[in-house]
């Protein structure tokens, strides 16, 4: 909703004044909390009628750890407890968030992931350019990909596989917008397996790809659905899971109490920002505006960035676009990793006052739900710029 909302801050400070903070132990609750929680039940596909509220993303994604493996011991199947998650997928950074990442730096330190999470391949059609998506389509690699899910659960075991976790998009992980036959394959395997579908919703949740939810641009049916950032646009830290019935009714009717929750869940302060953020992005159509207007005019002036000598490949789903440096487009061929290209290119793009990620050389920007088209040409015009000076300088230094 970007910077400087009056709505959302006139609803904190009138939170404040009425309670400012109660937990949700012993079971109690808030009416900003209840609110919020019917609220999300009714934008969130039908299986997704109770909501599970953390403080963050990375809260969300060890509580599904929990969820996941009490529901697996209440129906008589404690042996599955192992999560399959994928390679440069980012699910937060505690412990067990870290773990369920696939970021291998992060890994790196403190010696992760813990036991019982493990990793495949992600369904990155320009990073396996050379090797598995080698003179396939990106919509055969995609089914290859998926394929890597059904190859992990035999070398496991179905019996010990308890879920399959995913960002609809890979958002820390460079914006990596799969092929569009990807998520029905894991969707299938899941289904014939019998794995939990675990859908990490923190960055496309709440209209970033068009729909309120990625799972539904991408047509999978997840069992549980992490979110956080866009709830509140970052107003107050909120995050939560939305658990679908198939769980939901396990641990309501077999589980007694469930021994987790965390001293903010469910802020009232938070939930209540909650609330006025969904008020304003359906008061504006912002979701119905995304999918139709400048979602599709983001994604065209992306791909004009293709005619620059330097952009190897550009990928855009609602309101989130990448583009891959590259030191010769018609080999394909990277920069040397010591150049750093992405981080050269991010210091002209902050030089020249835009806000732009650097992700090894791909280049990532999502843009506020707000944006108009004339603030998309005013972005893409800085771009092209911070692309023309990162070009003049890889030319000077002799890296291309």
């Known amino acids: 909703m970007g910077y400087g909302q009056e709505s959302l801050v006139e609803a904190a400070a009138a ?31 039908p299986q997704f009628r109770h909501v599970f509220f953390t403080g963050s993303g990375s809260e969300a994604n060890d509580t599904v750890i929990r969820l996941v493996r009490r529901y697996w011991d209440l129906v008589g199947q404690p042996d599955r407890k192992v999560i399959i998650s994928r390679l440069n997928a980012y699910h937060g950074s505690t412990l067990a968030a870290a773990s369920l990442g696939g970021m291998t730096s992060m890994h790196a330190q403190g010696g992760l992931p813990i036991p019982g999470i493990v990793h495949i391949d992600q369904p990155h059609y320009w990073a396996h350019r050379h090797g598995a998506a080698s003179g396939l389509s ?29 960002e609809p998009v890979q958002g820390a992980g460079g914006v990596v917008v799969p092929p569009s036959t990807y998520w029905p394959e894991i969707q299938r395997i899941c289904d014939r397996h019998g794995i939990l579908l675990l859908s990490d919703e923190v960055v496309c949740g709440f209209g970033r790809t068009g729909r309120w939810w990625g799972c539904e641009t991408f047509g999978t049916k997840p069992d549980l659905m992490t979110f956080a950032k866009g709830v509140t646009s970052g107003y107050v830290p909120l995050g939560g899971v939305m658990v679908g019935e198939r769980i939901a009714r396990v641990l309501i009717e077999q589980g007694g109490e469930f021994e987790h929750g965390y001293t903010y869940s469910g802020h009232p ?13 359906e008061r504006l159509g912002l979701v119905d505006r995304v999918r139709e207007d400048t979602g599709p005019y983001l994604a065209q002036r992306v791909a004009e960035l293709m005619d ?5 490949e550009v990928q855009s789903c609602g309101l989130m676009a990448a583009v891959q440096l590259c ?12 150049i750093a290209i992405g981080m050269v290119c991010r210091k002209h793009c902050f030089d020249n006052g835009l806000v732009m990620r650097a992700v090894g050389d791909r280049m990532i920007v999502a843009p506020p739900l707000i944006v108009t088209r004339a603030q998309v040409d005013e ?16 030319r000077a230094a002799g890296w291309i």
């Open 308 to 312: 620059h000598p330097m952009v190897g």
């Open 327 to 338: 030191r010769d487009v018609a080999l394909k061929e990277a920069f040397a990793p010591d």
């Open 15 to 45: 939170q404040m004044r009425t309670l400012a903070y109660y937990n949700a132990f012993f079971q109690t609750t808030t009416p900003t909390a209840t609110a919020l929680a019917e609220r999300i039940a009714g934008l969130a596909p």
């Open 379 to 394: 972005m893409m015009g800085l771009v092209l710029q911070a692309l023309d000076r990162t070009l003049a300088e890889a």
């Open 138 to 166: 990106r919509e055969d690699f995609g089914l290859v990909a998926a394929r890597w899910l059904e190859e992990k659960i035999a070398e496991v075991g179905a019996d010990r596989v308890a879920a399959f976790i995913g």
């Open 269 to 281: 302060v938070a939930c209540a920002v909650g609330l006025a953020n969904l008020d304003l992005i």
